[in-house]
Structures are given as structure tokens and as C-alpha cells.
């Protein structure tokens, strides 16, 4: 769905429970991250789900056993093993889709972590949007200095994430989901990656 | 682009030569009479035909039974029947070929009955009559004197014409900001309160608004809209020639409930409204008061740039003004040395030449008029917000004539801010009657030049901006 809609996201491979990840993760490069995929979690995270800074075929190997033991008695589609983004001063954000009964799909987009939850420092438009709508998303959230560059940091591209937005604007009108959304999005001064994606439709 | 028929016919609405009013009273205290007594007594140069079965004559006119009793064209007609009445009055006004009807009679979606609007909708459409309501107050046009609304003169003042056109969905708070604006000495264009938006609902509104000539700032009050995504692309295409103010009242949870049973409105979340808002670069205010606080700045030219020039009689009120520029993001402009210069051969030694210009506790208008005239030949300055304290000793009036001249020659937007009691509240509503905005204080004032500034940012990026624009046709 993200390659459709042009949403860069890192390099993976799909691991089984009964393969070896190792052949996989020299093939992808180091660091990694490895995540359970089950359709009966969706919070990943707070299943223990994610192990992230793998830079061994044999901490990957040892990941995989951790990931099975945590995931005993629910369901294991496969493991997601994923390149690790490193950009420096990256930030995490996070794009959301969600639908008015007046407006239709809507796009947010906010600082990412805990920003979200506490200050709840998100901006939203009406899909779909255009470029300038995209930029001023970002600088309505009051952590924009943050993206920007402030005190010494490189700046994110903002075209780059302007992209996304775009992208990802046009996936919400198109395919019309009941929920979605990308989080994180790791933006820094070259690159936008969409790390975790949730798309739900019933 | 093609306008449909009904969106035209508001004209007929708006500025008819003949009018109807269905359900003309003799009793005093009926809304059928106050109506017509509106009609006469605001001075209405067009014709009035009382309708009524059981009249002979109504204040001195002549009662028809029915509009296909009335020999010459009817334009429009306010009707004000019982609900059980209103379909077979517009099928006459139909046959009779009237173009617009404002429907007073409430008692339709509001409480429930969908099915009797929709029948009367129907009718409507049929004849293409541009039809505002039910369940509304109608629509007043100062500049023609048309004047639905059967609240009387006495207890609901009428503002003078000027180029605010507003459209509220609440009878009862279009009905105050009325009053409001016409006691603050605020000009209006068009006024429709338009109920339930059974045939006319806020985007023809908007749509027509935008066409009209006389209007040159839309206000809108907000419950809900009818098409969300209609209504975003309507605003959006108008915001690039005329500011459109909005208010949306109904954001709290509580509010929603509210609002839909009172127009039936879908909710739509209040983040769904602000960001459409803001994609259609529409003005959002807050508050009532804010609400003609940002439309009155747009009697001034459209600034070119934010850098503020502050002149003040009372030092303490430049501080304040200076804080309040800084939080709205404006800037102090810096005077030109040559501004500097001719402001200290003028102004007493003790004068300290600088922005904010604080010209001294014993000012009088002639230090006004040349700090103004200083002001507004630097061109390091975009905006003149003018402090006058008027409970001085060395102010009077005249101050009043060199401001509103000042705001004449249209080359920079001059801003008042006067804060004071009933002598200078008297003084504000003259200057705000000459269109001088005017604020009580400087923080509302900022505010309102901030909005200002981004219109003006947006409305540049559209139009071949001459600078400063005007963005009012004419004067």
C-alpha cells in the first residue's frame, strides 16, 4: 500500500517463525529492528513486539527466539525484520487519517511519542490537500522550532515530508479507510521514512 | 461560470422593487404587522402589498386576499402564516412569478417535521423561487431599506450601509450582532438570518455574496453547513477576492448537541471545522466580539507589509500596544531619519522621537496631525495605530476630523484604539461611522491587524497586489 501511494519507507524482509532471520539480515544490512506481526495485537509496542538495534546476525537470532517467547499463545503471522533509521537529529512524527461525517477524510499530522498524547500537538486538514496546506501543517505545531533546527540542529526536509502528507492525503481519498495511520514517520535532514503503518478497513 | 437561477434570484430577495407581505396583521403586536410597519417606516421605496383573506387595509395600504389578487409584479414576498398555510402560499407566489420569498413561519425540521419541508422545498424548486428559511428572520438590505425582520425599530437598531454582508443561521444572534453593529456605528451591506436552509442554505449565500457587488467582507455565523466539502471549495474560491470572518458556535461536545437540535445541523467535528477554516484561509473568530472586530479592519486599504507605527497620547498604552505587537507576531517599524528629523523640529523637546511615538500627555490634534502626516510619508511604515486617550486636557473632538481624514487619502490603514467611558465611546462610534476601526484596547486591536496582515498576505498571492489595495470598490 505505501509503495502504491509512493510512501518511502526502510528496506524489509518477512521472516517465519521456522526460518533462520540471519541469511535475511546480512542481505538487508546493520542496524535492524525486528516486530511480531499478529493479527490479534495491534499495539505492538506494548505487546514487547519491537526490539529494536540489532547489529549482529546473532542478536537478530536471539531476537527472534525473545519475540517467540513473548508471543507464546498468540498467533505469529511472521516477523517483519527492518533496516533501522538513523538519521541524525531525527524527529518522530506521526500522519493519521480520520473520517468527519461532515468534512470526509481528514489528515493530522503531529509530533510523534508522547508530544501526541500530552500536548496533543497535532494540526489537521481536509483531504485532499495541497502542498502549501502541507508546509502550514507543519508550522502550526508549536514543536515546529524543533523541526526546523532549533538550537543547532539540522532542519528536517520539509519537501520530503510535504511529500508524504501529499501522498498520504490522496491514499485517504482514495482507499477510504476506517482508521490509518503511519507511526512513526521519522523525518530528518535528508529522508522521511514510514517506519510502523496501521491500515484498517472493514 | 454559470450561476443557477435560485442563487440569481436572491436578488429578488435582496433588493426587490415590489414586496408582499403574507400574513400582514392589523394587530399591533403581530409579527404580520411589525413588518409592514417596518417596511413603511424604514423608508422602503418600492412597493408594499399586505396580504390578507380578512382585511381591507392595512396601516393605510391597500389588503389583497391573496399575491393573485395583486394586478402588478411582485419581486418578492415575506411570509409570516401558520405552518399549515405555507404550501398553498407558495404555489401562489409561484403562479404569481415571485422570485424570492423569505419564510418567517417556523415549526418545520426544527422540530422534526422533515417531510413537510421537504414538501415545501419542493415547491420551491419548481418555480426556481430562491426561498430563505423556514423558521427565520429574514433579510435587510440598509442601502434599499428592505427589512424583513419583525423585531421593531425601536428595540433592534439598523446599522447604516457600509460593505459587511452577514449571514447567520440564528435568527437571535444575527438579530444582536444587528443591533451591535448598528449602535457601534458599523456599515452593512446585506443582513439574512437563514433559518433552515430548506432551499437556500450558506453556500448559495456565500455564492451570491461573492458576486455582489456592495459587499465587500462576508460574516458568517456558524451552527453547522450542509455540505462540508461543497462548503470548502465555495470559501476557498471567494476568499481569494473577499475576506470571509466565521464564527462556528457548537465545538464544545455539549455546544454540538445543541446546535443540531436547534437547525438540525450535521456536526462535524470542531477539528474538521477549524481545519477547513484555515484551508479556505477564512478569518476565525472566537468570540462575538471578535467577530466585528476582525471584519471592521477591512474598511482600510490592505496593508503591505507588518510593520506597525504606534502614535500615543499616554505612555503606558504605547508599553502595552508594544506587547501586544510582539505577541501577534507584527513589527515596530523603525522611523526614517527623515521622520525623525521633521517629528523633533515639531513636536516640544521633551518628546522622546520614537516608535512608539508617545506625543505627550498634553497633545492636542494639531500634534496628531503631524505625527500622522510624518507617519504616513515614511516608508518604513506599513500601519498607523493612532492611541488617543480622550480624558486628557489638551484633547477635543477635532482629533476625531484629522483621523478620519487621515484614513481618507487610503494610502496606509489608520487603526484607532480608544479606551475610556461614555465620553470616549461617543467619539469611537464617530470614527468607526467614517470607517476608522476602532478598539477598546490595544491587544484587541493587534489582534485584529494581525488577521488583517495574513488576509493580506493571502489575498497578494492571488492578485496583482497594487500597494497599499484597495480592496473596497468604491467610497
Redesign the interface.
Known sequence: MLSKYKIPFPKFAIVQPSEDPAPYAKKLGFPLVMKALSPQVSHKTERGGVILGLVSAKQVQEAKSELLRRYQGVEIEGLLLQRMVLGKDSVELIVGGKRDEQFGQMIMLGMGGIFVEVMKDVSFRICPIEKEDALQMMRELRAYPVLSGARGRKPIDEKRLASVLLNASELLVKEDPDEFDINPLIAWHDGCMAVDVRIMKK | MKIPKKIKNLDAVFNPSSIAVIGASREPNKIGHVIVKNFIDGGFAGKVYPVNPNAEEILGLRAYRSVLDIKEKVDSAVVAVPAVHVASVLEDCGKKGIKGVVLITGGFSEVGKREEEEKIAAIANRYDIALIGPNCMGVITPATRVDSVFLPIYKLGRPRVGGISFISQSGAVGGCIVDLAARAGIGMSKFVSYGNAAVINECDLLEYLAYDKETEIIVAYLE??KD??RF?KVAKKITRKKPIVVIKAGKSQAGAEAAKSHTGS????A??????F??ASLIEAQTLEQLFDFAKIFDQVLPCGNRVGIITNGGGMGVLATDSLEEEGLQLANLSEETKKSLSAALPPYANIRNPLDIIGDADSHRYEVAINAMMKDENIDIILLIILFQTVGIDSSVVNIAIRASDQRKKPIIAVCTGGEYTEMHKRILESYGVPSYSSPSSAMRAISKFMQYAAHYSKYNQMACPAQLKTKK
Open positions: 453547522g453547513v462540508g466539502k470548502l450535521l456536526a462535524g467535528s477539528e474538521a471545522y477549524s481545519a477547513a484555515k484551508q
